[in-house]
């Protein structure tokens, strides 16, 4: 059987359909309950949310599922992803979840599972988990006396606060910065604004005021226009958009330019090489990451692993090596040293400590390589079976051949989390890159069947 609850990033889709229903969310808790019990102790759950309207309907699904899979739940409303991670640490919990689509429409939702271990879950275990829920029986489920119990957390915004500034060396601090951070209406709605103003600086915060559908609405990490002009309107010196979840993070510098994941790696890896404290002196990217990015590391004498697309990948590839930076051009950064998964917090700190050590404009910091030109379009295609077509794939194959005589690459891939092909081509020469883009999606338009 193949995967069909889980994508590259957990379960996501639209609210109050298909598996994100209220009746199969319960199930579906049920059954990473029973994956996890592992003994006679008492089993606990930490759930969290993004600020989406359907979280009110998916939290207590899933608490009522999995209080009838004989777990202790543990809630703690809206909080950054990463702030689950942290939390199953910290409380000694067997599960972590966090119900939110990232960067999706408010429409969408999702959930995250994170394991004992504070890391998301390989694919063995989420293929476990979906043969137990399409061979459900409540047979399984342990009797009456040994359900569940459920309550809140009141102080876990307060406990990632200082796991968060426990990442920023107390001899520095924010004094002077005045920065505009946009918290998308998410999950980082008070957090952001809170931990930037304890550290000294004048915070002008935007997407503060979620109403339940204004999620990533023309705003944060997707949608960097309001970020950037309230920059130029405020004469800040930074910028900083996160999304809905807040585990990715984009920067503008005091000219409304922005700075991408790719960049951020740059500073983070330089930083951290130039300390000591950057493992095996080595970062780990994915295929999607600018050739500039990888030339400018091997010019300092660092090494760039690539990974596929996914903060999962990266994850497990820095595991699998023991590495401490990586991250995606997106803006999901993962800094072992800190979390277990991709924190736009932390990873702003980072990048804030870089600006006041340097004193200097942002401008002057941000900007370590010069990207080689770089063209990302999305293609919403309606049969799924798109990439496999043999015209598809024969002007796919005719513009990588024709990229490379030019010096640049191209990379098609289908998206985990949405109905979209995703198209990045790399080159020096525009108009090359441009035409063989323009072919392969006229090809996906002209080939796509419902």
Not at 62 to 71: K, Q
Not at 95 to 114: C, T, V
Not at 291 to 319: H, P
Not at 397 to 411: N, S, Y
């Amino acid at each position: 059987m193949g995967r069909r609850i889980f994508g590259t990033d957990g379960v996501r889709g639209r609210a109050n359909e298909g598996f994100l229903s209220s009746y199969n969310l319960v199930r579906l808790a049920q059954s990473i309950g029973l994956e996890f019990i592992n003994g006679a102790h008492r089993h606990l759950v930490v759930i969290g949310k993004d600020t989406r309207l359907s979280g009110y309907m998916v939290e207590p699904a899933l608490t009522s599922g999995f209080i009838s899979a004989g777990f202790d739940v543990v809630l703690v409303g809206p909080m950054p992803t990463p702030g689950i991670g942290m939390l199953v640490r910290s409380l000694r919990a067997d599960l972590g979840i966090m119900i939110s689509a990232s960067h999706n429409p408010s429409y969408d939702n999702g959930i995250k599972i994170f394991g004992p271990d504070g890391y998301k879950l390989p694919d063995v275990v989420e293929k476990s988990i979906e043969k137990r829920f399409y061979e459900f029986s409540e047979d399984d489920l342990p009797p009456a006396e040994k359900l569940g119990h459920a309550k809140r957390l009141d102080d876990a915004l307060g406990r990632y606060i200082e796991h968060v500034k426990t990442s920023f060396e107390k001899d520095i601090r924010l004094d002077g910065l005045k920065i505009v951070i946009d918290c998308a209406h998410g999950a980082a709605y008070k957090i952001a604004p809170t931990i930037l103003w304890e550290l000294g600086a004048e915070v002008i915060p935007i997407g503060i005021n979620p109403d339940g559908n204004n999620i990533n609405q023309d705003c944060g990490a997707t949608n960097t226009v309001a970020m950037r002009e309230a920059v130029l309107a405020h004469q800040a010196h930074v910028g900083i958009s996160l999304d809905g979840d807040g585990d990715r993070v984009i920067f503008s510098d005091e000219k409304g330019q922005i700075v991408d994941g790719d960049q951020i790696l740059a500073m983070i890896g330089t930083l951290w090489s130039k300390q000591g404290r950057l493992s095996d002196n080595t970062v780990v990217a994915t295929v999607m990451s600018n050739l500039g990015l990888e030339q400018y590391f091997q010019k300092q004498g660092i090494t760039m692993l690539r990974t596929d697309v996914g903060d999962r990948y990266v994850i497990e590839a820095m595991r699998a090596k023991n590495l401490n930076v990586g991250g995606e051009q997106s803006g999901h950064i993962i800094l072992r040293d800190y979390g277990t998964t991709g924190d736009g917090l932390v990873a702003m700190l980072q990048v804030l400590r870089l600006l006041v050590q340097e004193k200097k404009p942002a401008s002057h910091v941000f900007h370590v390589f010069t990207p080689i030109l770089q063209i990302v379009n999305n293609y919403q295609y309606r049969s799924k079976e798109l990439l496999q077509n043999p015209k598809v794939q024969e002007s796919i194959a005719h513009a990588e051949v024709t990229l490379k005589k030019a010096g640049g690459r191209l990379l098609v891939r289908r998206s985990g989390t949405e109905p979209l092909i995703r198209l990045m081509a790399e080159c020096e020469d525009r108009r090359v890159m441009e035409g063989m883009i323009h072919y392969v999606m006229e090809t996906l338009a002209g080939e796509d069947h419902a």
